[in-house]
């Protein structure tokens, strides 16, 4: 691979797309330049103005620190990004190492932008075009030698921080040295799913999504059932995004759904699925009337502004058959309740073939199509079925890709089902059965493997030694295990402890998994213990169940036995004879945070959201959160010297307001990581191998830590600052009584109670004030009612 740094990028273009990838490529520590066009409405007096001129690219940037979802990691990392115009500013080209256009979906407007390139950039300067559909070799026309060794498509999607798929796009002139290395450093550096696609249109996630799309558009029309409904069946039951389709539709926009579906109907006369392009009538009338989803507050859905029972606005549904908007009828359907009573995706999927309904039959006829398309695609789009199975996971969220799901219903019997619907599928799918092979994916050797059909052998996939899945683990004998933990053995004496109690929630059976799991790696020899999973999220936190119950039968010792036990399993994790470290992605809420802040180090995937939020059922961090918080501050105060005061205010307010870091690097911002000990991991997928490495760098020379008895605490001084904080929040209406009284209970911990004067206290004397803090807390009925009600609602209660 050629050794070759990026470090200035040039984006050509500032529109949403290209303000986002300015924004991703600046939050992984890039010095990046934004060009666009000079405004078409730029007065005379303004041309001499900087900020005028530049207009279009600062209103981008604006934009971009004010979107939702957040662009950027930390809007600090804003100033890493200047802003110019093609006028005044295309010769600093000449500084980049990287230079990506992303203007306007037009071919004879992006080869003019690359003639313009060609004038300005340095020899050997990387160039690529983040075009969604346009074919890369159309752009090659006029182009020098060097310019074409150097030049690919890098394809991100958009929201571009969020989406993980990055597909990289080589012509028959790029260098393969220029391709491995945006594979590598897209994974590495930018932390994407990178994918190694054809120059074919619409290269593969597109094409293929787009078609799964169409075809669930289709069989909606045909089947007569109500889009909310057919939302429903294609959305989590099915291991997909919450918005199903035709939500998905109206965030896409149909403009830009439509326009990629004619792209293939025109560039790929000979699919064998360009029916499934036909532009159904629901489609034209909404394009007609300019009903293109969110952008124009009405696409598939209309929100009125008119209030339901409970407060919600009015969602009106369009009626594909009817072409008119009106209440949901959202249909009954026993495939949707039995999929409700399975958690495991692969049970439902034997379970949807398995169905009658109108609803399992579309999800029936919609998979079987998908298989048929996919297994047709390849070697067209695709030389491997692995890269068409990552760039759906990672492009449009998808759980499983569509050989995954295959191999879950069973090769030999979705052919059958396929072939009976008239469906054709691949030969080589076929050739393969008849060799005696039976999935697309296999283990072998803890290693996950994939069939190749043009070897006709099953090969490793690629990056195993640097990207640990704890499935790869499941054929061997577990380290220790009970029902909401696995300890694996994950090589070179290092253990990984698994949690998979529902959605994570921290219950005894991961308490005491902790503990075990310490005390094994500690009495048997091992390095140390990493503690991650491969799960959407690391954990919710603890399980709120338990402590309502608890509360609600006012079981105190047993209640309070529990809140030790956490308390002591975070201690455990702090002050064991060998190395423990988290990786982390997702939810870090509650007791997550807690151990993450007990931890000798973090490896924390960017997109970790991590938050003490126990204030949000009504109590404070019980599991040595807030004890933790105190002992940080105690640090902070030696080396701040008179800035006592403003500090504890600031971490007073992290806990009392629940506040969430978006973003591992803004968790260094609120104190739950620290740049001392935790680090950044830009790609998820390798966070526990990331964690594995730090362990068995720490076990060289790693000696037992000692408990504490010099933290600094304020006493009557700081809870004095922090009752005023506290009545300052009730009177600007952003805390309730309530608010206040749990903010007066963090206080307590944060300042060591009702002390004289500024002293030196222990971390068991915090940790106690902390147990008998939270005891109280849950004991109050307003506590009560916010934990039932997130138990309920899945959301906060602010009574």
């Known amino acids: 691979m050629i050794h070759r740094h990026i470090r200035k990028v040039a984006v050509l273009g500032s529109g949403l797309m290209g303000t986002g990838i300015a924004a991703h490529l600046a939050g992984c ?61 295309f010769s600093k080209i000449h500084d980049a190492d990287w230079i990506i256009e992303v203007v306007v979906e037009r071919l004879d407007i992006k080869k003019q932008v690359f003639e313009k390139v060609e004038k300005y950039r340095s020899q050997g300067s990387f160039i690529s075009s983040n075009t969604s559909g346009i074919p890369i070799h159309l752009m090659m026309e006029g182009r020098s030698e060097d310019f074409l060794k150097n030049f690919l498509g890098t394809h991100f999607f958009n929201p571009a921080r969020y989406m993980r798929l990055l597909e990289i ?25 990178t994918v190694l696609c054809k120059d074919t249109p619409a290269f593969i996630a597109n094409r293929v999504g787009v078609y799964a799309m169409a075809k669930i558009f289709h069989l909606t029309y045909e089947l007569g059932l109500d889009i909310a409904t057919v939302d429903t069946l294609t959305g989590p039951a099915i291991g997909r995004p919450k918005t199903g389709t035709f939500r998905l539709g109206d965030l896409v926009g149909m403009d830009t759904a439509v326009h990629v579906i004619n792209g293939l109907r025109e560039n790929c006369p000979k699919d064998e699925q360009i029916a499934s392009f036909e532009i159904p009538p629901f489609l034209k009338f909404m394009i007609d009337n300019k009903f293109l989803g969110n952008k124009t507050r009405k696409g598939f859905y209309e929100k009125t502004a008119e209030k339901d029972a409970k407060g919600r606005p009015v969602v009106l549904a369009l009626n594909l058959k009817t072409l008119e908007y009106g209440p949901s009828q959202k249909e009954k359907l026993p495939i949707l ?4 009573q399975i958690d495991e995706l692969p049970r439902r999927m034997k379970a949807i073939f398995k169905g009658d309904d109108k609803g399992a039959e579309l999800l029936q006829r919609s998979f079987l199509g998908l298989f048929a398309y996919a297994s047709n695609r390849i070697p067209e789009i695709s030389d491997t079925l692995y890269a068409i199975d990552d760039a759906l996971r990672a492009g449009f969220a998808w759980e499983k890709g569509p050989f995954e799901y295959w191999d879950m219903v069973g090769i030999a019997d979705a052919v059958a089902f396929a072939e009976k619907r008239g469906e054709e599928i691949a030969p080589w799918v076929k050739d393969m059965l008849a060799a005696g092979n039976s999935s697309f994916y296999k283990m072998e050797n803890g290693k996950r493997s994939c069939y190749n059909p043009a070897t006709k052998q099953y090969e490793a996939l690629p990056g195993g030694d640097t990207i640990i899945i704890l499935d790869a683990y499941r054929d061997k004998k577990p380290v220790y295990q009970n029902a909401e933990v696995t300890l694996h053995d994950i090589g070179d004496g290092v253990l990984c402890l698994e949690f998979h109690s529902k959605m994570n929630a921290i219950g005894e059976g991961i308490l005491r998994g902790l503990q075990e799991s310490v005390r094994i790696a500690e009495e048997e020899g091992w390095k140390g213990l990493v503690i991650g999973n491969n799960a959407q999220n690391f954990t919710v936190g603890a399980n709120l169940m338990m402590i309502a119950m608890l509360a609600y039968q006012q079981e105190w010792d047993e209640l309070n036995m529990a809140v030790s036990l956490f308390q002591q399993t975070s201690m455990r994790l702090r002050y064991s004879a060998i190395p423990v470290v988290m990786s982390t992605q997702g939810y870090v809420f509650g007791g997550g945070c807690e151990f993450a802040m007990h931890c000798d180090a973090v490896m924390a995937a960017s997109e970790s959201y991590i938050g003490l939020v126990e204030v949000g059922v009504g109590l404070l961090p019980g599991g040595a959160g807030t004890k933790e918080f105190t002992v940080r501050l105690s640090d902070e105060y030696s080396k701040e010297g008179d800035v006592q005061i403003p500090s504890l205010i600031e971490r007073f307010k992290t806990i009392a307001t629940a506040q969430v870091a978006t973003s591992a690097h803004e968790a260094f911002q609120f104190g739950y990581l620290q740049h001392k000990k935790d680090t950044v991991v830009p790609n998820t997928a390798r966070n526990i191998a990331e964690a594995k490495g730090k362990v068995l760098e720490l076990s060289e020379s790693y000696v037992k830590p000692i408990q504490r008895n010099d933290i600094n605490v304020l006493g009557r001084t700081g809870l004095g600052a922090l009752y005023i904080a506290a009545h300052s929040l009730q009177l600007g209406h952003y805390a309730s009584e309530h608010d206040v009284k749990i903010a007066k209970k963090i206080a307590w911990v944060l300042c060591g109670g009702d002390l004289t004067s500024p002293q030196q206290v222990s971390e068991q004397y915090l940790i106690d004030l902390e147990r008998e803090a939270f005891l109280s807390l849950a004991g109050e009925s307003k506590t009560l009612e916010r934990i039932q009600f997130m138990l309920e609602n899945g959301k906060p209660l602010r009574n």
């Open 29 to 89: 520590g890039l010095e990046v330049l934004m060009l666009d066009i000079l405004p078409p409405d730029l007065k005379p007096e303004e041309n001499t103005k900087p900020a005028a001129r530049n207009r279009i690219g600062l209103t981008s940037l604006q934009n971009a620190l004010k979107a939702k979802p957040a662009a950027f990691f930390t809007n600090q990392l804003a100033s890493r990004i200047t802003v110019g115009n093609f006028e005044d500013d």
């Open 169 to 193: 796009i080589p012509t028959s002139k790029t260098d393969p040295e220029v391709v491995a290395f945006f594979m590598h450093f897209g994974d590495v550096l930018l932390g994407k799913q």
């Open 337 to 340: 309740d039995t999929l409700k």
